[in-house]
DNA sequence: CGGTGCGTTTGATCTGGATCAAGGCCGAGG
DNA sequence: CCTCGGCCTTGATCCAGATCAAACGCACCG
C-alpha cells in the first residue's frame, strides 16, 4: 500500500460520516448529499505524514474526519509556529490563496475528506447554504484567531496552557465522550510551538496545574479537568 | 454637533468615495452603487471616540473612509490586546456573531461608511460578487492574522517591530504617497499593545533601527523606510 | 511666555521564561 | 530481558524584555 493513500469511495459514505453533524457538511441537506459523495475521496495518513506542504498549490480542500492534523511555519533558523491542531470535524481550505501558507501534518493516525477546490466552489456556487456555512465558518475561525493572538500578545504561560487545555475538544461538557477528559495526542514541543513558549515551560506548567489540583494525568496521553471553573478563571486572567 | 454623528447621505456619495478602489465596495459595479448609496450612512468620529464597544450588539458593519481606528479587547486585570489597526479602505464586520468581540475606537479624526447589517445581508443575498468578495477578504484577513499568530509566538522584538513598520500602508512602493514614508498615527502604548511588548521596548527598538540606519524618523508621527530589503530581511527572521 | 500634561526616550534593575544539562519513563525491536 | 531512541520531567543558570524610575520634548493654554 502506498504512503500516499487516497481513494475514490464508495457510494453513500457522507451519509454515514461520523464527522459530518460537526462539519461544514452539515449545511447540505440529505437530499443533496449524493452530490458531496460524488466529489469526495477518502486520504488515510499515517503518524506525522504530510497532507500539504507550504507553497504547494492548494488544489483541494479538506475535511478532518478523524483523528488529528498540526499546521505550521517555520521561520529561516528552525522556529516554528504551530498555527493550529484540527481534528474531527474541522475544515482547511477558506483561504483563498492559490498556495498553501502552512504545512499540514497528520499528528496521529488520520482520516480526511478531500475535494478538488474547483468542483468544491462549483457545488458552492450551486448550493448557496454551504457558501454561507463556510463565511460562518470563516468568521468563527477569524474570532479564533484573534482569542490566540490575545493569548500570545498578553497572557503568561500557565494562563497560555490552561486556555489551551479548555480550547481543546473534550474539555467541555457538551462534547461526547466522558465530560473533561481531554486527549493530548500532540507532544509537549508542539503544544509549545502552538502556545509561543518552549516545551520546558510547557512541561512545568501542567506540573504546576497537577499540584494545585486543577488537572490530573490519567494517562501519557490523557488529562483530566478536576476543576473546570478555576481554570477557566485562571484562563481568562481574572485573577 | 454632537459626539456621535451620523447622517444620511447626499446622493452620489459611493462614486466618490477616495476608499471604494480599495474596499469590498470596489466589487459593487458603478452601475449598481446607488443601491450602496441607498444604505451607506457617514460617521465622523472625534480622537478616541468609540466606534463599537465589546458586548455591544453588531448591528452594523464598516468601512473605514478616512483616518484610523484601533480595535481591543482587555483582560480583566486592565492587560490590554490591540487586535489590529485600520486605515482607509479596511472593512469591518466579517464576523457573523450578534455581538462584537472587540472595541473599536478612532486613533485620530476618522470617518467610517456605515450598513446596517440586515440590509447589507440582503444586498449580499443579492449581489453575489458582493458575498464573494467578503469571503475573498475573510480568507486575507485570516491569513494575515496568521501571520501575526507568528509574530507573536515566536520573533524576537527587533523582528515585531520590523514586521510592523512593513505591515503598515505606506511601506511598500506601490500604495500612492511618497513610497517608503509610514504614518504612525498610533502611540508606542498601542504599538506594544498589537506586537505583545512593552512602550519602553518598542522606543528602545525603534531606537536601535534608528542607529542602525534602517529608518529614519522624519517628524513625530513619520518614519521613513530607509533600507526596505535589511527590514524584511529582519521582519522575516532570515538573519 | 511659563506652566502643565501627555507621550517619548533613556537608564537601572528585576524576572518569567529560555536555555543548558541531566536523568527518568516507556514502548519497540533485537 | 536488555538496549535503544523518543519524549518527558526536573534542576541550574542565563538573558531578552519587563518593570521601575527619571528626565525630556512639545503641543496646548491661561
Redesign the pocket.
Known amino acids: 500500500m502506498p504512503a500516499d493513500c487516497a481513494q475514490r469511495r464508495g457510494g453513500g459514505g457522507c451519509a454515514h460520516c461520523a464527522a459530518r453533524p460537526f462539519s461544514v457538511c452539515a449545511s447540505v441537506p440529505d437530499a443533496d448529499l449524493h452530490r458531496l459523495d460524488a466529489l469526495a475521496e477518502t486520504v488515510t495518513l499515517a503518524p506525522g505524514q504530510a497532507l500539504f506542504r507550504e507553497g504547494d498549490p492548494a488544489t483541494h480542500v479538506f475535511n478532518v474526519t478523524s483523528g488529528s492534523v498540526r499546521t505550521y511555519r517555520l521561520l529561516a533558523d528552525g522556529r516554528r509556529h504551530i498555527a493550529g491542531f484540527l481534528f474531527a470535524g474541522d475544515f482547511i481550505g477558506l483561504d483563498p490563496a492559490e498556495a498553501h501558507s502552512l504545512s499540514g501534518e497528520a499528528i496521529e493516525a488520520t482520516t480526511v475528506c478531500r475535494f478538488r477546490k474547483v468542483a468544491y466552489r462549483a457545488l458552492m456556487a450551486e448550493r448557496r447554504e454551504l457558501e454561507a456555512a463556510l463565511l460562518a465558518r470563516a468568521g468563527d475561525e477569524l474570532a479564533a484567531a484573534r482569542r490566540q493572538m490575545l493569548l500570545l500578545a498578553r497572557k503568561?504561560?500557565?494562563e497560555r496552557v490552561a486556555s489551551f487545555l479548555l480550547d481543546l475538544p473534550g474539555a467541555d461538557p457538551l462534547r461526547p465522550g466522558p465530560a473533561g477528559l481531554v486527549r493530548l495526542p500532540m507532544?509537549?514541543?508542539e503544544m509549545a510551538d502552538y502556545l509561543?513558549?518552549?516545551?520546558?515551560?510547557v512541561?512545568?506548567t501542567?506540573?504546576r496545574l497537577k499540584r494545585g489540583g486543577l488537572i490530573r494525568?490519567v494517562s501519557?496521553t490523557e488529562m483530566r479537568v478536576e476543576k473546570p471553573d478555576a481554570l477557566r478563571m485562571l484562563a481568562d486572567g481574572d485573577a
Chains 1, 2 share one sequence.
Open positions: 503568561t504561560a500557565i507532544t509537549r514541543s509561543g513558549l518552549t516545551l520546558e515551560t512541561s512545568r501542567l506540573t494525568q501519557l
